[in-house]
């Protein structure tokens, strides 16, 4: 079979399951199955593909029809320009996210900070922010090890181990040191509204990393509670929420002492993040 009619074949079986991007994602499937870049694959399409080759992209169209996620299927998501790596232990990271980055790098590109990363994941904002300022050192924590191994293996990927920390406990746990900036993107969902949300995230990614309580605010309070005792005075907490919650997080980290700064929104106009000083 040549690239041309295997692409063909994989767009028409993942368009048939209602996967909206059937073409990218057969494209992509191919491509990691030819061990080549999907660049190189397309400027093939007359070219015959082996048996291994093939064999390997029907396994991955199997998945993909089931909804399993592209990124864990190629074992990488791009943020921030680079290649993260991923797994099923780790949430995957998403643009939105890149907006408390950017924000952040230019808030402290000139500044010498230390940086705490609450539930790391794949360590992708503790990376990206230490990849853009370059006098600045990290601690990521997270309670899951196989997503501490995740993450460390991106600062190695990086280059960035030497600057970062990593810790597999409960962040509620950590005394001593304290911190100019603390950036946290905790689980947010409530717990009734998972069964809501799409096969791709709900049957796939670590519940542990959506799963917000009752009111989806749990893990959210406990960052902003805990922050307290672990930023310098007038440090700042970037966090991470959910639609429609910027009302209640906002009163939660008034009555904890904070003066918020400003709040992000994200590409369809909606606050995700804010930004706040501890007085």
């Given at each position: 079979?040549?690239?041309?009619?295997?692409?063909?074949?994989?767009?028409?079986?993942?368009?048939?399951?209602?996967?909206?991007?059937?073409?990218?994602?057969?494209?992509?499937?191919?491509?990691?199955?030819?061990?080549?870049?999907?660049?190189?694959?397309?400027?093939?399409?007359?070219?015959?593909?082996?048996?291994?080759?093939?064999?390997?992209?029907?396994k991955?169209?199997?998945?993909?029809?089931?909804?399993?996620?592209?990124?864990?299927?190629?074992?990488?998501?791009?943020?921030?320009?680079?290649?993260?790596?991923?797994?099923?232990?780790?949430?995957?990271?998403?643009?939105?996210?890149?907006?408390?980055?950017?924000?952040?790098?230019?808030?402290?590109?000139?500044?010498?900070?230390?940086?705490?990363?609450?539930?790391?994941?794949?360590?992708?904002?503790?990376?990206?922010?230490?990849?853009?300022?370059?006098?600045?050192?990290?601690?990521?924590?997270?309670?899951?090890?196989?997503?501490?191994?995740?993450?460390?293996?991106?600062?190695?990927?990086?280059?960035?181990?030497?600057r970062?920390?990593?810790?597999?406990?409960?962040?509620?746990?950590?005394?001593?040191?304290?911190?100019?900036?603390?950036?946290?993107?905790?689980?947010?969902?409530?717990?009734?509204?998972i069964?809501?949300?799409?096969?791709?995230?709900?049957?796939?990614?670590?519940?542990?990393?959506?799963?917000?309580?009752?009111?989806?605010?749990?893990l959210?309070?406990?960052?902003i509670?805990?922050?307290?005792?672990?930023?310098?005075?007038?440090?700042?907490?970037?966090?991470?929420?959910?639609?429609?919650?910027?009302?209640?997080?906002?009163?939660?980290?008034?009555?904890?002492?904070?003066?918020?700064?400003?709040?992000?929104?994200?590409?369809?106009n909606?606050?995700?993040?804010?930004?706040?000083?501890?007085?």
């Open positions: 079979m040549k690239v041309l009619d295997a692409i063909k074949k994989g767009s028409k079986l993942l368009k048939e399951k209602k996967i909206p991007t059937y073409i990218l994602d057969s494209e992509l499937l191919l491509s990691k199955s030819l061990n080549k870049s999907r660049e190189e694959t397309l400027i093939n399409l007359e070219q015959n593909i082996d048996k291994k080759a093939l064999s390997d992209f029907n991955y169209l199997i998945r993909r029809s089931k909804k399993e996620p592209i990124a864990y299927l190629l074992g990488e998501k791009e943020f921030w320009s680079r290649k993260f790596l991923v797994n099923k232990n780790t949430l995957i990271p998403r643009p939105e996210t890149e907006l408390l980055v950017e924000k952040l790098v230019n808030i402290f590109i000139k500044r010498r900070i230390s940086i705490l990363d609450i539930g790391t994941g794949t360590g992708c904002i503790i990376v990206s922010l230490l990849s853009e300022l370059n006098n600045c050192t990290g601690t990521a924590v997270d309670i899951s090890s196989k997503a501490i191994m995740m993450a460390k293996k991106n600062a190695c990927k990086f280059k960035l181990s030497d970062i920390k990593f810790l597999n406990k409960p962040f509620e746990d950590l005394c001593g040191k304290k911190f100019d900036l603390i950036v946290s993107n905790p689980p947010y969902i409530k717990r009734n509204d069964k809501n949300l799409s096969d791709d995230i709900k049957k796939f990614e670590p519940r542990m990393a959506l799963d917000g309580g009752n009111d989806g605010l749990d959210i309070k406990k960052v509670y805990k922050s307290k005792k672990l930023l310098k005075i007038n440090g700042m907490l970037a966090l991470e929420f959910g639609n429609e919650q910027i009302n209640k997080v906002s009163k939660i980290l008034i009555d904890n002492k904070f003066r918020i700064k400003c709040f992000i929104k994200d590409h369809g909606n606050a995700r993040c804010v930004f706040a000083e501890y007085r």
